[in-house]
């Protein structure tokens, strides 16, 4: 039996996931705030501006710019704005969203001047009990999915139960998803890769080549790991589709908006000249100093993220960058 589940945000992913949910026989309403964005979907069944590649949206998908008749019975309710303006736009729903209703975040980032985790946002925002939290994260690039491509991800939530019925809402014949009870790891997981493709992007646009990608990749995964383990999340979650999964997908990819981000910064653009030439949001950018921050607060050395701050706010060069991130001293992996 299907469920009434609410997407709000439709960007790319967004509303590639709200295709999924349509195709696993859900009935999904999409919330926008762009009046033309709204209407193309509810009356064209397209969402031209932001996911141009599918042609035709299923017929259970509908659009509504109304805040309180987007979440009117919903079941299940997924965010999916960007991360950075996520508390503020949460702060109109607080409220409106039925008491049963489980939401999920899709959202992969830590806010800035807070350092918080998007669960932590979501669930202050809407003064939410941790039961009704889930997240999702996995190797999904938006296009693929929307292509209907094979894909997997992963549901945490602290009651696997809820885990679970979120799950079931979106497994369809090309997509499956798995659950765990450990959200942080799934969040710390989907927020630092961005750091490690920024990287590999920038490595990739100044002309390196494998070898460095797989250093600064392999590299970045135990940075990560060491940050999670720190903050209590569970290891194994590292090297699992949330973790070794999604750092493969956003590295590898020119679809990624980091990877691309970065490679045009390798190339020798400035910040401000990849931000306007950047197709939608790289979380990466503003999750760098925040990653910087963690380290400092749980005493675990972040020389990636660290080297990234310093091309973002510095503009030293990939060279640069990739020198800093060994000291002279020879050390056990």
């Known amino acids: 039996m299907g469920r009434k589940i609410t997407v709000l945000g439709a960007g790319a ?3 590639a996931f709200g295709q999924v949910l349509a195709d696993a026989g859900n009935d999904v309403t999409m919330w926008a705030r762009e009046p033309e964005i709204v209407e193309d979907i509810r009356d064209n069944r397209r969402n031209g501006v932001r996911l141009p590649s599918v042609k035709k949206l299923p017929d259970a998908i509908t659009a509504t710019g109304n805040r309180a008749e987007a979440v009117k019975d919903a079941d299940i309710v997924v965010v999916a704005i960007a991360a950075q303006f996520a508390r503020v736009a949460l702060v109109e729903f607080r409220g409106l969203i039925p008491e049963h ?3 999920v975040s899709l959202m992969k980032g830590i806010e800035r ?3 918080k985790r998007m669960d932590e946002v979501v669930r202050e925002t809407l003064d939410l009990p941790a039961d009704r939290f889930a997240a999702i994260s996995g190797p999904n690039l938006s296009k693929e999915i929307a292509d209907r491509h094979p894909a997997a991800t992963v549901v945490a939530c602290e009651n696997i139960d809820n885990a679970t019925i979120v799950a079931e809402a979106c497994t369809t014949k090309y997509f499956k998803a798995f ?3 450990d959200v942080i790891g799934l969040e710390m ?3 630092l890769k961005n750091v490690t493709a920024l990287a590999v992007g920038m490595a990739r646009g100044a002309g390196y080549g494998e070898n460095t990608a797989a250093m600064i990749e392999t590299r970045g995964l ?4 060491a940050l999670g383990a720190a903050a209590g999340a569970d290891p194994k979650t590292f090297f699992g589709l949330a973790g070794v999964g999604d750092l493969i997908a956003t590295c590898g990819s020119p679809l990624s908006r980091n990877y691309t981000f970065g490679s045009n910064l390798g190339k020798g653009l400035s910040v401000e000249e990849a931000t306007k030439v950047s197709n939608g949001v790289a979380e990466g950018v503003p999750t760098t100093d925040a990653v910087v921050a963690l ?3 749980l005493d675990v050395p972040t020389p990636l993220a660290y080297q990234m701050s310093r091309v973002l706010n510095e503009g030293i060069s990939c060279a640069e960058m990739l020198a800093g991130l060994f000291g002279r001293e020879i050390t056990v992996e």
């Open 13 to 15: 992913w967004g509303t």
């Open 101 to 103: 209703a489980i939401v």
């Open 113 to 115: 001047n807070t350092n």
């Open 179 to 181: 659950v765990t009870t």
């Open 189 to 191: 997981c989907g927020s």
């Open 222 to 225: 135990a940075e990560l790991a």
């Open 295 to 297: 380290g400092n607060r």
